[in-house]
């Protein structure tokens, strides 16, 4: 079993800055991907951005160049720094962990924009 508790979530005014934490926990050698997804009300859950053991990452297109998602392994934490946020980033933010036996969430953190 892995984990998984997200912190860092709050209210910006458009064009600000956050930085969301996922910290694991559990059975983490066995994670081989982890990444942060989201949910705004109303809509299905979306990929935001992820990164592999070996570093690999991989960003939704609304993110690019905005979101950058990293990890410490010595503290088995991920990252995500999202800049100039836009008032559609608002949502429900998940963090995901994923293993050959499965998939583990977080229970997520909101992150609201709005001026």
């Known amino acids: 079993q892995v984990q998984l508790v997200e912190s860092g979530g709050g209210l910006v005014k458009p064009g600000g800055s956050l930085r969301l934490s996922c910290a694991a926990s559990?059975?983490?050698?066995?994670?081989?991907?982890m990444g942060w997804y989201r949910q705004a009300p109303g809509k299905q859950r979306e990929l935001v951005a992820t990164?592999?053991?070996?570093?690999?990452?991989n960003y939704a297109d609304s993110v690019k160049g905005r979101f950058t998602i990293s990890r410490d392994n010595a503290k088995n934490t991920v990252y995500l720094q999202m800049n100039s946020l836009k008032v559609e980033d608002t949502a429900a933010y998940y963090c995901?962990?994923?293993?050959?036996?499965?998939?583990?969430w977080g229970q997520g953190t909101q992150v609201t924009v709005s001026s």
């Open positions: 995901n962990a994923q293993r050959l036996a499965g998939s583990s």
């Open positions: 559990g059975t983490i050698f066995s994670i081989y991907r």
């Open positions: 990164i592999t053991n070996g570093g690999v990452t």
